[in-house]
C-alpha cells in the first residue's frame, strides 16, 4: 500500500470501508480506441533508429514525477525522444527496441497500467487513480500506440534478466532502469545524439503541428496587443497571463517561459519574473510559443512601442534588427551551410554598429573579433520542434557545421540589446532591446515563414496595432 501524508487526518483504513471502495463501480472499459494519427509515423522514426543501431537493445524512458513540494510534484513532461518515438507521453514507460538475429528490432512500450479495482491502490496515495485521473489500459495503449505494451512495474526485472546483449539507455530520466542494466555512459550519449539528429527533418504529420503551434501563438501575439492598455494599468503579468490563456485554450501550454520584457527588461535575454511595469513611450519585447496538444511548440519574438509608435531612436534600432533578421531569412535554403543565415544577419548588424560608431571598424575586423557580440549577445536561431531548442543533443557536425535539408524548422531572430548601465552608447540609446523572430521550415526551392501572419517592419508593426491594440 502507497505510504500515506505523515500528518494526514486519518489515521488508516478499516476493512469496512476497504470492502466498501472495492464495490459498486461501473464498468469504465473504454472501447472502439483507434490508433493514433501519429502512430505510423513513430513506427517509421523507430524503424530509422533501429537502423543505426543493428544488434544492440535500446532503452528510452519517458521520465517520473518530480516532487515540487511535500505531496505536490510538478507537471509532468516526458522525454522528448521518447515522445518522438512513439507519440506517448504517459510518465513512468519506456520504449524498448530488442535486437533481431536479422539485425532488425523488436519494439515494444513499457506503461503503468490502471488501477486494480481488486485492492485499494486505486483510491489510497496521491498517484492513485481516484486522485490523479484515469490512465489507459495496456490494451488501449497496444491499439492507440500501434505497439505491444506491458506493464512497466516489471520493467527494471524483465531488463536485468536479459544478458549478453549490448545494450544503451538515455540517462537521466529513470534511475531504476539505469541501474538495472548494464551499460556505458558514452555509448549512451550516442543513443541521444541519435535521437536528437532524427528530429532534425521534419516528417509531415510534425510540419501540420508545427503549424498549428505557430497560428495558435500568432492570435496569442493579437491578444496580448488588445490587452496593452490593461498592461499599462498592471505589469508585464498581464502580458504573460493573456498569451497563456491562449496557450492553454488552444494547446498544452506554453512552450517555455513566456519572456514578457518591458522597457529596460528587454535587454535580458532571457527575463522570465515578468513583474515589472509596462510603461507608454517604452517598448515591450514579447518572446511566446504555444505547445501544441502533441507538444510541438513556436518560438515567436516581437517588438513593440507601447505607445503604438516607434520614437526616433527605437525605429533606427528596430529597422537595422528587421534588416539582419531579412539578411538571414534570404539565406535559409536547402543546401546552405547551416551557419549562413546567422552570419549574414550579425554581418549586417556588425555594419551598423561600426556605422553608428558603437564598435571598431572596420566591419570584417570587427565581425571576425566577434566586436558585435557585446550588443547582439546570442546566436541568430536553432532548431524548433518538440523542443524549443529541438535536436540540441545532435553532433555539431550534423547541426551547427551541417546543410540545410527541406523539412527543417528553424528560427531567425536577431536582436540588439544596449544595456542600462552600458556607457559606451549615448543615453538615449540605453535600455533599448529589440529582438525579431520567426519560425522557418526550409522547401525544396527556399523557405517558407510559419509566422508571415504577424507584422515585421516598424510601419506593419504600428499599423497592427492602431488596429488592435486596446
Not at 531572430?413 to 543615453?427: H, K, N, R, S
Request: charged share 25%; with cysteine.
Amino acid at each position: 500500500m502507497a505510504k500515506g501524508r505523515k500528518n494526514g487526518l486519518y489515521e488508516g483504513v478499516s476493512e469496512e470501508l476497504s470492502s466498501l471502495m472495492r464495490t459498486g463501480w461501473a464498468d469504465s472499459e473504454r472501447r472502439g480506441t483507434e490508433p493514433a494519427e501519429q502512430a505510423p509515423y513513430a513506427a517509421a522514426r523507430r524503424a530509422a533508429l533501429s537502423a543505426r543501431f543493428p544488434g544492440e537493445r535500446l532503452v528510452i524512458p519517458s521520465g517520473n514525477l518530480k516532487t515540487r513540494s511535500n505531496d505536490d510534484t510538478y507537471p509532468f513532461r516526458p522525454y522528448t525522444g521518447y515522445v518522438h518515438m512513439t507519440g506517448d507521453q504517459a510518465r513512468d514507460g519506456a520504449l524498448v527496441l530488442e535486437p533481431r538475429a536479422d539485425g532488425g528490432h523488436d519494439a515494444y512500450c513499457y506503461q503503468l497500467p490502471r488501477d486494480s479495482r481488486e485492492n485499494d491502490e486505486f483510491w489510497i496515495g496521491y498517484t492513485a487513480e481516484l486522485w490523479m485521473g484515469r490512465r489507459r489500459t495496456l490494451a488501449e495503449s497496444e491499439i492507440l500506440l500501434g505497439l505491444p505494451c506491458r506493464d512497466v512495474r516489471g520493467a527494471a526485472a524483465d531488463l536485468a534478466a536479459v544478458t549478453g546483449v549490448p545494450t544503451r539507455i538515455v540517462r537521466g530520466h529513470d534511475p531504476a532502469l539505469e541501474a538495472a542494466v548494464a551499460t556505458d555512459e558514452d555509448r549512451d550519449d550516442e543513443l541521444e545524439e541519435a535521437l536528437s539528429e532524427l528530429r532534425l527533418v521534419k516528417d509531415a504529420w510534425e510540419l501540420g503541428e508545427m503549424r498549428k503551434a505557430v497560428d495558435s501563438t500568432v492570435r496569442g501575439f493579437t491578444d496580448c496587443v488588445g490587452e496593452l492598455s490593461r498592461a499599462v494599468a498592471s505589469s508585464e503579468r498581464w502580458i504573460e497571463g493573456t498569451f497563456f490563456r491562449r496557450a492553454r485554450l488552444e494547446g498544452n501550454a506554453v512552450g517555455y517561459g513566456s519572456i514578457c520584457a518591458a522597457g529596460e527588461h528587454a535587454t535580458i535575454m532571457h527575463w522570465t519574473d515578468n513583474d515589472g511595469p509596462v510603461r507608454p513611450g517604452e517598448l515591450l519585447l514579447l518572446d511566446a510559443g504555444v505547445e501544441t496538444h502533441s507538444l510541438y511548440t513556436a518560438d515567436v519574438t516581437r517588438t513593440l512601442p507601447i505607445s503604438g509608435t516607434f520614437t526616433a531612436v527605437q525605429r533606427q534600432v528596430y529597422d537595422a534588427v528587421y534588416e539582419a533578421q531579412e539578411a538571414g531569412m534570404a539565406a535559409v535554403k536547402p543546401g546552405a551551410p547551416y551557419r549562413d543565415f546567422h552570419e549574414a544577419s550579425q554581418r549586417h548588424l556588425t555594419a551598423r554598429l561600426v556605422e553608428w560608431g558603437f564598435i571598431e571598424g572596420p566591419v570584417d575586423r570587427a565581425y571576425a573579433l566577434g566586436l558585435q557580440r557585446r550588443f547582439t549577445m546570442a546566436g541568430t536561431g536553432h532548431m524548433l520542434g518538440l523542443d524549443v531548442h529541438d535536436c540540441a543533443q545532435a553532433r555539431t557536425a550534423e547541426y551547427v557545421d551541417g546543410v540545410l535539408e527541406p523539412g527543417m524548422v528553424l528560427t531567425v531572430e536577431p536582436g540588439l540589446y544596449f544595456q542600462p548601465d552600458d556607457l559606451t552608447v549615448p543615453e538615449e540609446w540605453r535600455g533599448i532591446g529589440v529582438r525579431i523572430e520567426d519560425d522557418l521550415v526550409v522547401t525544396e526551392d527556399g523557405h517558407e515563414n510559419l509566422s508571415a501572419g504577424l507584422p515585421r517592419s516598424s510601419s506593419e508593426v504600428e499599423a497592427w496595432m492602431a488596429e488592435f491594440a486596446g
